[in-house]
Structure formats: structure tokens, C-alpha cells
């Protein structure tokens, strides 16, 4: 197995499970949402929507690969070697 950074390893699973979490949470506020009508209560779940579709957004692009990077082998990159 990769040796991992110290700081990365102890919160991976924190983190993995964040992620879930959102995914989960991206999920129902879109089923949520197209129940509701047009109101308070649909402008406050769109609100949570889009900051946790913006959240996820980041993490694809700063977080997730340098996380777990050390982890994956991806074919045709550099790091694996292939």
C-alpha cells in the first residue's frame, strides 16, 4: 500500500464519509425539490442545493485526487507507471 501523507491518512474515513454524506444530501434536496412549490421553502432547499453542488464541485477539483490520489492507479497517467 502507498505511504500516505500523516496529515491525509488519520482523516480519510472523516472525509469519505463527508462526501457520502453530501452526495446523500444532493440526492434527497432534489427529490425534496421538485415536490415543493414555489415558496420559502423551495427557495431555502434550492439555496442548500446549490451550496452543496458547489461544495462538491471543489472537492472534485482540489481535494478528492490529492486525498486519494496516493490510492488510485489510473491507466495512462503518470504516477502509475504505465
Same mark, same amino acid.
Given at each position: 500500500?502507498?505511504?500516505?501523507?500523516?496529515?491525509?491518512?488519520?482523516?480519510l &474515513?472523516?472525509?469519505?464519509?463527508?462526501?457520502?454524506? %453530501? =452526495?446523500?444530501?444532493?440526492? *434527497? /434536496?432534489?427529490?425534496?425539490l421538485?415536490?415543493?412549490?414555489?415558496?420559502? &421553502?423551495?427557495?431555502?432547499i434550492?439555496k442548500?442545493? %446549490? =451550496?452543496?453542488?458547489l461544495? *462538491? /464541485?471543489?472537492?472534485?477539483?482540489?481535494e478528492?485526487?490529492?486525498?486519494?490520489?496516493?490510492?488510485?492507479?489510473?491507466?495512462?497517467s503518470?504516477?502509475?507507471?504505465?
Amino acid at each position: 500500500m502507498p505511504k500516505v501523507p500523516g496529515s491525509c491518512q488519520p482523516n480519510l &474515513e472523516d472525509y469519505y464519509n463527508k462526501l457520502r454524506t %453530501e =452526495a446523500i444530501g444532493i440526492v *434527497f /434536496d432534489n427529490k425534496k425539490l421538485d415536490r415543493l412549490p414555489v415558496g420559502d &421553502e423551495r427557495i431555502k432547499i434550492a439555496k442548500i442545493l %446549490e =451550496a452543496r453542488l458547489l461544495w *462538491f /464541485d471543489d472537492q472534485l477539483e482540489k481535494e478528492i485526487l490529492k486525498r486519494f490520489g496516493p490510492f488510485l492507479r489510473i491507466r495512462g497517467s503518470r504516477s502509475s507507471g504505465g
